[in-house]
């Protein structure tokens, strides 16, 4: 649980990035089987004219460049908000071993808010998952930002 927590705080400094860059604040990190940092990013899909973006697409991408590979087998995902279907699905296909998160996402998640994608029988290949390590953090973050916008956007 510890090195859990370490690496969260990575992918919470990810998500504050987001934040500055005025993006959803969602970050995300990989790391390999051996504990080293291989891969990072934070929401963009604003910013980056993508609506591939998310936080977790960013942190594969930049791992598997850093393998020569989009085979991430050995390798664990830390994002701080709960994937959704279209993140779900790359880390299947990335094959990733374990993804841990921090807060859920109750309109999109598919880890455990709206469907549990990881646990069905079709796929052929399994990833452990551990959520609401550092929820906390992470979802003041994502209160901050929301709580802002609605601010900005009551202004004249």
């Not at 649980?1 to 500055?20: G, I, K, S, T, V």
């Not at 590979?69 to 699905?89: A, I, Q, S």
């Not at 209160?143 to 609605?150: H, I, L, Y």
Request: with cysteine; proline share 6%; net charge neutral.
């Amino acid at each position: 649980m510890r090195n859990d927590e370490f690496y969260m705080h990575r992918a919470l400094e990810q998500a504050r990035l987001a934040l500055e860059a005025g993006e959803v604040p969602v970050g995300a990190v990989v790391v390999d089987g051996r504990g080293e940092p291989i891969g990072a990013g934070y929401n963009c899909p604003v910013g980056g004219q993508d609506p591939t973006a998310h936080a977790e697409m960013q942190a594969l991408r930049s791992a598997a460049r850093a393998l020569g590979n989009y085979r991430l087998d050995d390798c664990t995902l830390f994002v701080t908000l709960e994937p959704c279907l279209m993140c779900t699905g790359a880390i299947i296909h990335a094959r990733i071993r374990r993804v841990v998160y921090a807060t859920a996402e109750p309109k999109g998640g598919m880890v455990e808010s709206r469907a549990n994608l990881f646990a069905q029988p079709w796929f052929n290949h399994r990833v452990e998952v551990e959520g609401g390590v550092l929820a906390v953090p992470a979802k003041r973050l994502l209160q901050q930002f929301f709580r802002e916008r609605r601010r900005d956007a009551m202004q004249p």
